[in-house]
């Protein structure tokens, strides 16, 4: 059976269905299957009907000696019958369901489940489900699987025809024959029509490791495919003239950046290309190194180019990039959507650019380094074409999303890793409270009082731009910005949102810069790139309605310097500050992504549909063991993958695409 055949080739399912079955994320065979259940009905408890007992919920295996249709005062049709067992006889009560007259046939077995309860003083199973035995039992007397349903599809339907498509697969194994789980055939059997719910688990471990070991494998092969037939520049490391370009800088470097560097410049010194991660919490001076990075391409005679995700962030790479090429002359040029700098009629050394800088023809053979910023705002196909600029580049991608250790060991198999986990020295703890609305009036007073008396500049982040009909109690940028110029009457005011143009941000943001405003209300497009350091204060409103990662990046737009600095979190959700209450202790990035993924899961921290994380059907990324086992099973499977032509297909042609590294 070919898995990746349309669900409407299988019998009994036509175009009509498949419609239906498409809603549910059901287009293949494969999907058919790989459609689990989300929860399990015990049903195994089965009583004679002597035995019955009101209140008790069971499963009667009997014939039908009765039924017929009974008119309510209100004209509606309730369906009375009666089911004996050779113990004793029960009254059956559906309503509204009139065809079951005419579809059950008096003396026809019968197995039902449902609750026994009173009808007209006599003990009666009322709405009970039902199946009319053939063989096995699949709707009673078992552990039960509930599907995700939708109009015009049951969990009842779904589980005939999933058990008819099992029962006639004969699919080989995928997997190596000595990994201690059971055979996938069997697995999926097993998650679909369990013994136990124990069975259901172990089932369920086997297809999370599939899930798990295909990606590991997809990024192995990437890995391999890319240092085996990718060759570059070997850059020449003049470690005097970078020690040189480190001492102007006005700062010291941390111990992990002088590590992450080291790592950095041996790649660089390879004849094959650097693909590396480099992650940082916010603030912890990823951009140095990348400019680092970007010097030793200069004295190489090659070209870097930048890109960034927003605007914004470019122009802050821009503006960085400049102060600290200045003195070596190197030319710097900026690349966005309203631009109109083209790069091929330049001699710039450094390119900074954002989406935009990739509509351009940029395959130029003195592009030597390529750095992606903030990497997992990037669509897949975006990396790959960012990474194919020059003939063959080194990559550098970096992110300050912090990115729980289960996650990086599952998405970036194919990539070196380079962490910074310390922030530059003398810098404090951003203060975090959490604010409830009772408190909101005084929180005013002390925000203002910090702004008159240390000259203190403030973000006021809402999470939407206007003001929405359904969430009227989420506060938004437009309407905040025009109360708040009534509640600090003595202060300047900007707004800055995604609709402004880019001529309009620039204006508001240069005078925020300059300390002509005070407070700038914003949307979360000020979540990376903006380094003010007069910025004290950080206040986000609706903070419920982000992330813990989410609001550690917000809140990294203040401390900045050596004043203290503040993070308010108003909220009016009082089942959530338990949940905001970790930001109040936790400065670090990673127990806090820790933490989210636990509250909130990948999908929802990092957009999976959106960024091009997978959004795994079995398998979390919180499995750390199981990571590491599939990670472990993939490094022996790869150098003799060509004794598996089932999962040679699986990667090349289902859920894996091999695509450049990214």
Same mark, same amino acid.
């Given at each position: ?126 709405? /009970? *489900?039902?199946?009319? =035995? ?10 039960? @699987?509930?599907?995700? !349903? +939708? $109009? ?24 190596? /024959? *000595?990994?201690?789980? =059971? ?10 029509? @369990?013994?136990?719910? !124990? +069975? $259901? ?462």
């Amino acid at each position: 059976m070919d898995l990746s055949s349309p669900v409407t080739t299988l019998p009994g399912i036509g175009g009509a269905l498949g419609k239906k079955l498409e809603k549910l994320g059901i287009k293949t065979v494969f999907d058919f299957l790989y459609h689990l259940p989300f929860r399990y009905e015990d049903r195994t408890f089965t009583s004679a009907v002597d035995r019955l007992q009101p209140g008790e919920t069971s499963t009667v295996i009997g014939k039908i000696t009765s039924l017929k249709n009974e008119f309510t005062h209100r004209g509606k049709f309730i369906q009375v019958g009666q089911v004996t067992d050779g113990t004793g006889s029960i009254n059956v009560i559906w309503f509204n369901q009139p065809y079951l007259v005419k579809s059950l046939a008096k003396n026809q077995g019968i197995a039902l489940w449902g609750k026994v309860d009173y009808y007209k003083n006599l003990p009666a199973l009322v709405s /009970p *489900d039902f199946e009319i =035995p053939s063989g096995i039992l699949l709707h009673m007397g078992r552990i039960v @699987p509930i599907y995700p !349903e +939708t $109009a015009g599809i049951s969990s009842k339907w779904l589980r005939t025809k999933i058990h008819h498509l099992l029962s006639v697969m004969d699919t080989a194994e995928i997997l190596p /024959p *000595d990994i201690d789980m =059971p055979g996938w055939l069997a697995a999926l059997k097993d998650v679909h029509f @369990p013994q136990n719910l !124990e +069975t $259901a688990r172990v089932a369920r471990n086997r297809l999370a490791f599939d899930e798990l070991f295909l990606l590991q494998l997809a990024s192995l092969i990437r890995k391999d495919i890319w240092e085996r037939t990718r060759l570059t520049h070997a850059f020449i490391v003049d470690q005097e003239k970078i020690l040189k370009f480190m001492n102007n800088l006005p700062f010291s470097l941390t111990a992990s950046q002088n590590r992450s560097l080291k790592e950095i410049l041996s790649d660089l010194s390879l004849s094959r290309p650097m693909n590396r991660l480099l992650e940082g919490d916010v603030g912890s001076g990823k951009t140095v190194v990348a400019a680092v990075a970007a010097y030793v391409a200069h004295l190489n005679g090659f070209r870097t180019v930048i890109l960034a995700p927003t605007q914004i962030l470019a122009e802050q790479h821009f503006q960085t990039f400049s102060a600290m090429f200045k003195p070596y002359g190197v030319d710097i040029g900026l690349i966005t959507g309203a631009s109109k700098l083209k790069i091929e009629n330049t001699k710039l050394k450094i390119v900074v650019g954002t989406h935009a800088l990739l509509s351009q023809n940029l395959n130029f053979s003195d592009v030597g380094l390529v750095v992606i910023d903030e990497q997992h705002r990037f669509g897949v196909m975006q990396r790959s074409r960012a990474a194919k600029i020059g003939e063959t580049p080194h990559t550098l991608t970096m992110t300050a999303t912090p990115i729980p250790r289960t996650v990086a060991l599952a998405m970036y198999g194919d990539l070196d890793l380079s962490v910074l986990d310390a922030k530059p020295a003398g810098r404090l703890p951003v203060k975090t409270w959490v604010v409830p609305e009772y408190k909101r009036e005084s929180s005013y007073k002390w925000l203002n009082d910090q702004m008159v008396k240390y000259a203190s500049q403030a973000f006021w982040v809402c999470p939407f731009i206007e003001d929405s009909d359904t969430l009227t109690s989420v506060k938004a940028a437009k309407a905040e910005f025009i109360h708040l110029q009534e509640i600090f009457p003595r202060l300047k005011l900007g707004l800055l949102h995604g609709k402004l143009k880019a001529a309009e941000k620039n204006d508001v943001l240069d005078k925020f810069r300059s300390k002509k405003l005070d407070i700038l209300v914003a949307t979360p497009v000020v979540e990376v790139g903006l380094d003010i350091p007069g910025a004290a204060l950080m206040i986000i409103e609706g903070a419920e309605r982000f992330g813990l990662a989410q609001l550690h990046q917000l809140r990294g737009r203040v401390g900045r310097s050596q004043i203290q600095s503040y993070c308010l979190l108003f909220t009016s959700d009082e089942t959530g500050i338990t949940r905001l209450k970790n930001l109040e202790h936790l400065d670090s990035g990673m127990e806090l992504a820790e933490a989210d993924l636990k509250y909130r899961g990948p999908g929802e921290i990092y957009g999976t549909a959106q960024h091009g994380f997978p959004d795994f059907k079995v398998a979390t990324y919180d499995d750390f063991s199981l990571i590491e086992k599939a990670r472990s099973v993939a490094q022996k499977t790869l150098p003799k993958l060509q004794e598996y032509p089932l999962l040679r297909q699986l990667i090349k042609e289902d859920k894996i695409h091999i695509i450049e590294p990214n």
